[in-house]
């Protein structure tokens, strides 16, 4: 009574007992049921895959096709007694053998000699070897043989996590399927349908967040299930259930850090790091996790509509892609380059947080990186600043035209060719110089440096009187990026909240307010004034959403509660990524007369003689 009554976990019973219950493996199906019809089946399998996707289940389904009362068939019926005795796991000809507590020489010795015999119930003797690459290297010796030249009415399947670790010489006795993990989609689908077969209620959002945490596991997926109906105690299984198992969403803690690397926020990196310490995370997949985060960010920046080179659900694919258009690919990758960084220090560091913090914190301010990548930022930063001082309301001023002042060839009394010599010395020494910052922006729009964040025709009129005096003392402020918050709402209350802002947005019909607000990232907020900051090529959305300010107070009231003044403001570029020369950029274009000049000088025209021509007349034609 007692073993009658006792609980059976979820991936028990509801473990696959026919081909057509197998999920996401049709190609393994398909060849199955197919050389069962055509009566070609082989004698050895090798099934590979991650955990949880199938193999022994389906190691057990090939044993009832073979065995059953009705077969060999493709589709077992199983009621008959070969099924069942299958299906309860005690079928006299079905052996499951653990290769990690029998994988030594003598087990495979015991299994050699017990394969030839004739089969004791059924039609066929099944071998289910799983995690087969514990096998010792004398157990597959010993299995050459058998597994080469097979007695009639035997047959192998091999099941492993780690076919890498399989020796070639047993691979190419057998037939190898590989298993897949399966989708989110199908995943979630499957936990919907158990539940409704447990009489209960599982919200769309709560499975696809366990299926996450599954990473493509059935297994995985059904004990998740099981525990968060305990813990619901016969209640619906919702989002704040899931969220009391799981924690904190892994994704939504993707999002925030990248949602702080983005506006440069290295406090509220810090802030994430501290808190997911505290509740016990382990680092390194952390960092693993933030890696695939931004390679999912990359892939959606690099090739946008290419939804199936991410695992991710429709709602998911649009969330990723609105927070990708925040970035600029090369920053992405500079990003994905510090985490691998982090990730290889993390193999022998006894400290992985502090490798996590100081690539998260250089991926966020490239001034404290000290590779060429940040030593480029640091040097394009100083530039802007070095041209904001003298440039009325802090416009990075066009490179003066370096040929006008030049003295002609005609001025110049050294004979053509000195001159010619010296022309091209002149022309490599402004190679070597860095040329003057050129503007960021969509139309050319004038960069205005801020630091951390460039803030675009916001610049006082009393500081734009005096930005041009030369004296340091009245150079305008420069605001700095902070995370001030109220009692009420702060900074990280909009960044969680902004997708469904963005949402609130569409449903109110106002698609352009919510086409150039998907790139913006909440900054700031002091209570009173709310900073967007827009990716540095998306200048032309800051005067945009300033003119629809009105619109936008209305809609952070619906949302929010609260009517703050909004500034919009542009990130500084950071260093590009991978630039093969740091130290020389493109040439200024040359004026007009400097490239005359040029072209005088590669043609071998004298200029010279032409002067000479004019000053004495018919001297020059009569000699």
């Known amino acids: 009574m007692a073993a009658e009554q006792q609980h059976q976990a979820l991936y028990r019973r509801y473990r696959p007992q026919n081909p057509q219950e197998i999920l996401g493996q049709d190609h393994v199906v398909r060849a199955l049921t197919g050389a069962i019809g055509e009566d070609r089946l082989a004698h050895a399998f090798l099934f590979c895959g991650p955990r949880g996707t199938g193999k022994t289940s389906t190691a057990r389904i090939l044993a009832k096709m073979v065995n059953c009362e009705q077969g060999p068939t493709a589709e077992p019926c199983g009621v008959c007694d070969q099924c069942v005795a299958i299906r309860d796991g005690h079928h006299l000809d079905v052996f499951e053998i653990d290769a990690a507590s029998h994988g030594g020489v003598e087990d495979a010795r015991e299994l050699r000699e017990k394969a030839p015999t004739a089969p004791a119930y059924g039609r066929e003797k099944v071998y289910i070897i799983d995690e087969a690459q514990r096998l010792s290297r004398e157990a597959f010796d010993a299995l050459l043989k058998v597994f080469e030249e097979p007695p009639p009415g035997v047959r192998f399947v091999l099941a492993t996590t780690e076919p890498h670790k399989m020796p070639a010489t047993i691979v190419g006795r057998c037939q190898r399927f590989d298993f897949r993990r399966a989708s989110l989609e199908t995943i979630s689908d499957h936990l919907q349908h158990i539940a409704k077969d447990e009489s209960i209620e599982l919200s769309p959002t709560a499975a696809a967040a366990i299926a996450r945490q599954a990473e493509g596991s059935f297994r995985d997926s059904l004990s998740l299930l099981d525990q968060a109906m305990v813990i619901a105690a016969g209640a619906d ?86 927070q990708a258009e925040k970035f600029q690919p090369a920053e992405l990758s500079r990003v994905i380059s510090l985490l ?26 490239p001034e404290t990186d000290p590779e060429p990548a940040g030593m480029l930022a640091r040097m394009e930063r100083l530039e802007r600043l070095a041209g904001v001082e003298g440039s009325p309301g802090g416009v990075v001023p066009a490179p003066a035209p370096v040929a006008a002042s030049a003295p002609s060839p005609a001025d110049d009394p050294a004979p053509a060719p000195q001159r010619q010599e010296r022309a091209k010395s002149k022309s490599s020494r402004k190679k070597k110089e860095v040329p003057a910052p050129r503007a960021t922006g969509a139309d050319d729009a004038p960069f205005v440096e801020l630091s951390p964040v460039a803030e675009v025709d916001r610049v006082p009129e009393a500081a734009k009187a005096t930005a041009g005096s030369g004296d340091p003392a009245l150079a305008p402020v420069q605001p700095v990026v902070h995370a001030a918050s109220t009692d009420a709402i702060d900074v990280d209350l909009f960044r969680k909240s902004w997708p469904s802002f963005i949402e609130h947005l569409q449903a109110q019909r106002q698609p352009i307010l919510k086409a150039l607000l998907e790139t913006a990232t909440p900054a700031t907020y002091d209570g009173t004034t709310l900073e967007l900051a827009f990716p540095p090529d998306r200048t032309f959305g800051v005067k945009k959403v300033e003119e629809r300010a009105p619109e936008l107070r209305a809609a952070l009231e619906a949302v929010f509660g609260v009517t703050p003044q909004v500034r919009c403001v542009v990130r500084e570029a950071t260093a590009r990524a991978n630039d093969p020369d740091p130290d020389v950029d493109d040439e200024t274009p040359p004026t007009e007369e400097e490239a005359l000049q040029r072209l005088k000088q590669q043609l071998g025209a004298e200029e010279e003689d032409e002067a000479t021509d004019g000053v004495d007349g018919g001297t020059g034609n009569g000699s």
């Open 340 to 365: 691998l960084e982090a990730q290889a220090d993390m193999r022998w560091t006894t400290s992985p947080r502090i490798s996590l913090e100081l690539a998260l914190v250089r991926a966020t301010m």
């Open 237 to 322: 299984v919702d989002d704040a259930i899931v969220a009391t198992l799981l924690g904190t969403p892994r994704a939504e803690i993707q999002r925030e850090l990248a949602d702080a690397v983005a506006v440069g926020d290295a406090r509220t990196v810090f802030e994430i790091i501290h808190r997911l310490v505290l509740e016990g995370h382990d680092l390194r997949h952390l960092t693993s996790e933030t890696l695939g985060h931004f390679r999912n960010l990359l892939l959606v920046r690099s090739a946008p509509g290419e939804q199936g080179l991410i695992d991710a659900t429709s709602d998911e694919y649009e969330r990723l892609r609105q």
